[in-house]
C-alpha cells in the first residue's frame, strides 16, 4: 500500500513540473514575448515605420488566437483518437513542447535582419511561425489538463492531483516575472534603459523554452494514464459531431458559460491593476509588493483546496469565494490612494481565483463521464479543451477592452501621470474596472447556482453507473 502511494506521490510531482514548465511557457507568450515586440524587434529611424509595424504584428497576433477559438476542439478530437505505446496525452505534450518551444525562440529574433531588409516577408514568416506555435502550444496545453480524468476516475485523487498541477503552474508563472529582468540584462550587451537588447531576450527564449520542454519529457517519464475498459470508446466522434457533442453536454455548456462571464470580470480588474497602482494610486512599484502577496496566497490557497472542498464541497466553495472577491471589489473601489486598503483589496480579489479556477476544472473533468454516460462515447481531450478556450476569448475580449477604456480616460501616452485624470475619466475607469465586474461575478454566480447540477456525489453514482453497464450497452 506504501508503495503504491509512493508511486502516486512520484506521479503527482512529475505532473507538477510538467504544468510548471507549462505556464513559464504560457508567460513568456502572454506577457512578455509582447514587450521584445514593442523594445527590440523595430528598431529603425522611422518612428511611424515602427509603430506601423508593431501594430501590423499586434494585429495578425489578435486574428490567431480568435481564428483559434474554431480550431481547438478539432485539436482535442484529434488527440482522443490518438492510440499510442506512450498513452494517448503524452506524445501530445512531448511534441508539442519541442515544436513550440522552437518556433518561439524564433520568433524572438528578427529572422536574420528580416524585419529591415524584406518586412513583408518578414511579416508573412512570423504569421506562419506564430500559428505554429500556438497550434501546439495548444495541443500541449490540452493534453495536459485532458490527463486528469485519465490517470484516476476518483473525484477526490483527482482534486489532489489537479492541486499539485496547480501549484507547479502558478509557481512556474510568478517565478518568469521574477527572473526576466535579471536574466535578459545578465545576457545583453545593451541595457537598453532597463529593457535589454535582443541577445539577452533570446536567451531568456532559450531558457524559459529549454525549461518548459524539460518540464513536459519528466511528466512524460512520471506519469501513467490509466487503463480501463471505461476509457474505450466502440464509436470514434467525427469531425462533424465535434460542435454537436459539446452541445449536446449541457452541464459542460453551462458550467463552460458560468467561466466564461466569470473570465470576463476577473480579468477587467486583473488587467486594469497595473493602470490603478499607475495613475491612480500614483505610485506603480507598490505593484511588486502585490505580486509577492499574491505569490504567498495563492499558493497557500491551492495546497489548501482538498480539504477545502473535504469541508465545503465544491459548489460551496465556489459561492464563498465569490463572496469574498465581491467584497474585494468594494474594498478596492473605495481604496482611492490608500496604499494599504489597495493592497488589502487586489490581494483579497486575488485569494480565491485559484480555488474557483480548481473548482472549475474538476466539474469539467467530471463532465467527461457524464458526457460519455450521456451520449454513449467519451471524449477526454474534446471535453477538456474547452477550459483554455474559453481563457484565450476571455483574455482576446479583455485585451480588446483595456485598450479602448486606456484611451477613453486619458490613461495611454508616455505623458499621463495620477495629476492628470480627471473625475470624470476616474468615474469612468472605476466603472469599468469596478462597476462591470462585479455585476459580471453576480451573474456567474446565478448561473451557476441555477444551472451546475454536477456534484461531486452525481459524479460518483455517474462512474458506478458506467462500471455496471459501459462495454455492455456500448458494443
Known amino acids: 500500500m506504501s508503495g503504491n502511494n509512493g508511486n502516486k506521490l512520484m506521479q503527482r510531482i512529475a505532473y507538477a513540473c510538467g504544468t510548471f514548465g507549462h505556464d513559464i511557457f504560457y508567460m513568456m507568450v502572454s506577457t512578455y514575448f509582447i514587450m521584445f515586440i514593442t523594445s527590440n524587434l523595430f528598431n529603425t529611424e522611422d518612428q511611424s515605420h515602427n509603430e506601423y509595424m508593431i501594430g501590423i504584428i499586434m494585429t495578425v497576433i489578435l486574428v490567431i488566437r480568435v481564428a483559434e477559438l474554431f480550431i481547438d476542439p478539432f485539436i482535442g478530437n484529434t488527440i482522443d483518437k490518438t492510440n499510442t505505446r506512450w498513452g494517448r496525452f503524452k506524445p501530445w505534450v ?86 526576466v529582468i535579471p536574466i535578459v540584462l545578465f545576457f545583453s ?47 470514434e466522434t467525427t469531425f462533424k459531431e465535434v460542435f454537436s457533442i459539446l452541445g449536446k453536454n449541457d452541464q459542460l455548456m453551462w458550467i463552460a458559460i458560468t467561466f466564461l462571464i466569470f473570465c470576463f470580470g476577473q480579468d477587467l480588474v486583473n488587467s486594469f491593476q497595473m493602470y490603478y497602482f499607475a495613475y491612480i494610486l500614483g505610485d506603480s512599484t507598490y505593484l511588486s509588493f502585490l505580486g509577492i502577496i499574491n505569490v504567498i496566497i495563492g499558493l497557500m490557497a491551492v495546497a ?112 499621463v501621470t495620477a495629476e492628470s485624470i480627471t473625475p470624470d475619466d476616474l468615474l469612468n475607469f472605476q466603472i469599468i474596472m469596478f462597476a462591470i465586474p462585479f455585476i459580471l461575478l453576480i451573474i456567474a454566480t446565478f448561473i451557476y447556482k441555477a444551472k451546475v447540477k454536477l456534484t461531486e456525489e452525481k459524479h460518483a453514482e455517474i462512474v458506478r453507473e458506467l462500471e455496471r453497464t459501459w462495454g455492455k450497452d456500448n458494443k
Not at 528578427?110 to 518586412?119: A, I, R, V
Not at 472577491?325 to 480565491?352: D, E, H, K, R, S
Not at 477526454?380 to 480588446?400: H, N, Q, W
Open 94 to 179: 512531448i511534441v508539442g513542447g519541442f515544436v513550440a518551444a522552437l518556433s518561439l525562440a524564433i520568433l524572438f529574433t528578427d529572422l536574420g535582419g528580416l524585419t529591415t531588409s524584406n518586412p513583408l516577408l518578414y511579416l508573412i514568416i512570423f504569421a506562419i511561425l506564430y500559428l505554429v506555435m500556438d497550434i501546439f502550444y495548444s495541443a500541449k496545453d490540452v493534453a495536459i489538463w485532458s490527463m486528469v480524468p485519465a490517470m484516476s476516475f476518483d473525484s477526490k485523487e483527482r482534486e489532489i492531483t489537479a492541486t499539485f498541477a496547480r501549484i507547479g503552474s502558478v509557481f512556474g508563472a510568478q517565478l518568469v516575472t521574477v527572473m
Open 189 to 235: 550587451k545593451d541595457a537598453n534603459g532597463g529593457v535589454g537588447d535582443a541577445n539577452g531576450w533570446l536567451a531568456f527564449a532559450l531558457i524559459g523554452g529549454g525549461v518548459s520542454l524539460l518540464g513536459a519529457v519528466i511528466l512524460g517519464l512520471g506519469t501513467k494514464e490509466q487503463a480501463s475498459a471505461l476509457r474505450e470508446n466502440k464509436k
Open 304 to 415: 489548501l483546496f482538498p480539504s477545502l472542498t473535504k469541508k465545503f464541497s465544491r459548489r460551496n466553495l465556489f459561492f464563498y469565494s465569490i463572496a469574498i472577491m465581491l467584497i474585494a471589489v468594494v474594498i478596492y473601489y473605495f481604496a482611492g490612494q490608500n496604499v494599504y486598503l489597495t493592497l488589502l483589496g487586489a490581494g483579497l480579489f486575488a485569494l480565491p481565483q485559484p480555488l474557483i479556477f480548481l473548482v472549475v476544472l474538476m466539474t469539467i473533468t467530471d463532465t467527461v463521464e457524464y458526457g460519455q454516460l450521456k451520449l454513449g462515447h467519451r471524449d477526454e481531450a474534446l471535453v477538456l479543451c474547452v477550459r483554455p478556450l474559453i481563457d484565450k476569448l476571455g483574455g482576446a475580449i479583455t485585451s480588446a477592452i483595456v485598450g479602448f477604456t486606456a484611451v477613453w480616460v486619458g490613461m495611454s501616452g508616455n505623458k
